[in-house]
């Protein structure tokens, strides 16, 4: 019987991810109300993340920068000052408003917050200043602070790095979701930045028939692209796969990955990304854990799959997208996880191994969940 279906690896994938320890409880349900996130808009704990071109304001120090409600009234005005009928029937797609998205409260807080029905705590909210002009987009930055450009995140507290992707991904979605999918119409944000809907009128004017706005559908709602990161095993649970990308640092290495497809489980994905990959097949699959990467919404989600028999771990590359794939020991896996690194960064010094991702990435979650579970043997 394979190790993944013997009942042992339940227990071991929980734990706080970075990108996904929020301390901001997301309350949904209150985003429908225009009266509550007016309250919790304009109130004097409110915290504001701004960021421009997906670059959240940073203290000096390299934290984010929350700004207060009246540092960023002449950008948002009233936010919430109309109901969202009254929003539908008013749209004007000449005058658009800045994305603004209402994150949640944070209902620990040690400070006085605002009270929302039976709830009370410190409001986040998102602004994106994509379409500000420079001298408004350096207003903000004050005592140190600056919009510091990066291609991925990793420096932030666990808790600061989940406030800034939930920040991230939805003014992302809004920003790709301007225009109505299905008739190309100007659309309009509402429930806080967590819906958009194509309305009947522009300006006044009718417009022609959407599909819509009859009936409920997905492309009114936030995106998250589900994506596997997959650590095959030996048949005999000594060795596990991994692979290069061809534009990757030198005898850097990594978990196989891909999308998963529509109609695919991802047990089957797992096998399917494994098999075009490197043409090893893998039979047994258990889901370890997940972790949320807001580049620019996706799930990824760490699988591990075992090899039937040994003559399933042959290479053969049926997809020609990897540099490289290749069996390594378990051993010489565990020294390169006490290493790890972002690709970007030089390896620890000293250090001569094979190169693998740091401990706040997936594939190294899912890499140290098949050595713990195989060592169980």
């Not at 998102?126 to 140190?144: H, K, P, V, W, Y």
């Not at 650590?231 to 005999?236: E, I, L, N, R, W």
């Not at 290479?315 to 010489?332: K, N, S």
């Amino acid at each position: 019987m394979s190790h993944l279906s013997n009942g042992l690896f339940g227990a071991q994938n929980i734990y706080d991810p970075y990108f996904t320890t929020n301390p901001v409880t997301r309350l949904s349900f209150l985003r429908q109300s225009n009266t509550l996130l007016q309250k919790a808009s304009q109130h004097p704990s409110a915290k504001y993340l701004c960021l421009q071109n997906f670059n959240p304001l940073r203290t000096k120090e390299g934290s984010l920068q929350y700004l207060p409600y009246d540092a960023v009234r002449p950008i948002v005005g009233e936010p919430y000052g109309q109901s969202e009928a009254e929003e539908t029937k008013n749209f004007n797609s000449s005058s658009r408003k800045p994305i603004l998205v209402f994150l949640g409260l944070d209902l620990e807080a040690k400070t006085a917050g605002v009270n929302l029905d039976s709830y009370s705590g410190i409001p986040y909210f998102a602004l994106d200043l994509s379409r500000q002009d420079e001298a408004t987009i350096s207003s903000l930055a004050s005592s140190g602070s600056s919009f510091v450009p990066t291609r991925v995140e990793l420096g932030f507290s666990y808790q600061e790095s989940s406030i800034y992707a939930q920040a991230r991904s939805f003014i992302d979605w809004n920003q790709r979701n301007a225009f109505c999918s299905s008739c190309g119409s100007p659309t309009l944000s509402i429930h806080g930045g967590a819906k958009i809907i194509c309305p009947p009128t522009d300006n006044g004017v009718k417009r022609g028939s959407c599909p819509i706005r009859i009936g409920l559908h997905n492309t009114a709602f936030p995106r998250t692209d589900p994506t596997l990161i997959a650590a095959p095993v030996s048949a005999d649970g000594k060795r596990v796969l991994l692979g290069r990308g061809k534009r990757w640092p030198p005898n850097y290495f990594s978990c196989l990955s891909g999308f998963v497809e529509p109609a695919e489980s991802l047990e089957s994905a797992t096998r399917r990304e494994v098999y075009e990959e490197a043409g090893v097949k893998v039979g047994d699959v258990q889901i370890h854990s997940s972790q949320a990467w807001p580049y620019p919404s996706t799930l990824l989600m760490g699988t591990i799959g075992q090899c039937k028999e040994a003559s399933d771990e042959r290479i053969t590359y049926p997809e020609q997208e990897l540099d490289e794939a290749r069996w390594f020991e378990f051993g010489e896996v565990k020294e390169a996880l006490d290493h790890g690194h972002a690709m970007w960064e030089d390896p620890p010094k000293g250090y001569t191994g094979i190169r693998v991702p740091g401990d706040k990435l997936m594939a190294h979650r899912t890499l140290r969940g098949a050595l713990k579970l195989f060592a169980r043997r």
